[in-house]
């Protein structure tokens, strides 16, 4: 059987202080695919985030990402030599440091990452500086590359930080409630500006977000956890027409998909209280995606 691109399998993550997040978590992303990940809260929705950053170790099971393997602890990757796996990082809060100009903190990954970081100080720096420049005007921000972040809105950070998110093309981009703290309005324009960028330069991306909508409007497939220890208990096909737009959001069958989802984590919710479920949910079926 081919391997997915992404590839949890089995995975088991326990904290330092016991708590068990994920067990038998097994989830495969294709290559370009964009999946969300819903779910209750604190099912373990960023532990798998961390597991795919390298940022923690499966306690057990095995975590693969673009044919290299982040084992069990201690293990050694198996493709020796092959470089690494180039991910672009965005979260709620988009950090930016405080003393770079936004084009400087657009521009970070490629003073870091390679194969840029070699050509950063030679002869690529203007060449990267108009690469942050094209990316800033795509979200909107032609003309702020000179700007201190203190200088931007919320909404504008958060388009900076999706930059500076993808500045260095990365094969995995992994997004963590990007959108989370944004007005309602400054969100739904940022779907839109995510889809776009999604579709001109096709990362595989991993969205975690409560927001059903969001999840519906961007990914193609959403998968439902279960409360903690979570794990992957239901994944949907999320067929819409693309480009999505908020015209569309408002269809029938993606009211119906949002529904459906809703009362699939409330009676995880439930499931995780081992209480019986208030919620009759009707399969996750026959909507016309
Ligand atoms: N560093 C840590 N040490 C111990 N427990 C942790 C740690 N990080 C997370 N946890 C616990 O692991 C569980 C999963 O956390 P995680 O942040 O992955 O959940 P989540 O689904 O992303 O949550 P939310 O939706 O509320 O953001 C939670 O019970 C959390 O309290």
Known sequence: MSQSFIQLSDVMLRYGGGTIALDHTTLGIDRGDFVALVGPSGCGKSTILKLLAGLL??????????????????????????PALRI???????????????????????????????????KKR?????RADALLAQVGLRGFGDKRPWQLSGGMLQRASLC???????????????????????????????????????????????????????????????ARPGRILETRDVDFARPRTLQSSYDPAFGALVQQLRMRIAEARCEGDATPSPVSVPALQGVAA
């Open 164 to 226: 500076r998110a993808l500045v260095h093309q990365p094969e995995l981009l992994l997004l963590d409630e990007p959108f989370g703290a944004l007005d309602q309005f400054t969100r739904e324009e940022l779907w839109d500006i995510m889809q776009t960028l999604w579709m001109t330069q096709r990362p595989t991306v991993l969205l975690v977000t409560h927001d059903l909508r969001e999840s519906a409007y961007l990914a193609n497939r959403i998968c439902v956890m279960s």
């Open 57 to 82: 170790r499966p306690t057990s099971g095995a975590v693969i990402a673009g044919g290299r393997e982040v084992g069990p602890a201690g293990a050694r990757p198996t493709a020796a030599g092959r």
């Open 88 to 122: 672009g990082l965005a979260f709620q809060n988009p950090t930016m440091l405080p003393w770079l100009t936004i084009r400087e903190n657009v521009m970070i990954p490629l003073k870091i990452v390679e194969p840029f970081r070699q050509d950063y100080a030679r």
């Open 126 to 130: 203007g060449e990267y500086a108009e």
